[in-house]
């Protein structure tokens, strides 16, 4: 009999708005990682060029990407692909930068998915 998948007892999720440029997005709630698992980032804005830069431990994940509109995509974490994912050990470094070019708003989600997932 196979397991369902239930979230990790050290999963954690950040998930904002942004209307003007912020460095590291998520340094208060996931600047680092808290244990052995998966980072997942999703963005869109309601600007055609907001751009996202996505650093996970010392790898660059996006480089100035130009993020999707949110009108023509709303971000559902549980059907949609991430932006950037890659699994992380405890303390990774996790830095998200947001630059707005034109007058908008950028929701932003960076989802933490622990080891303990239960999944098989």
Do not use: H, K
Request: glycine share 10%.
């Amino acid at each position: 009999m196979a397991r369902r998948g239930r979230m990790g007892l050290s999963s954690r999720r950040f998930d904002n708005r942004f209307t003007v440029t912020e460095a590291n997005v998520s340094r208060d709630e996931l600047g680092t990682s808290p244990g052995a698992g998966a980072i997942g980032i999703w963005a869109a804005s309601t600007a055609v060029d907001g751009l996202l830069t996505v650093r996970i431990g010392a790898r660059i994940q996006l480089n100035r990407q130009t993020i999707p509109l949110e009108a023509t995509l709303a971000i559902n974490t549980l059907n949609d692909g991430p932006l950037a994912t890659a699994q992380v050990r405890p303390g990774d470094r996790i830095t998200v930068d947001y630059v707005e070019v034109t007058a908008g708003t950028a929701r932003i989600i960076v989802e933490f998915l622990g080891a303990d997932l239960g999944i098989s």
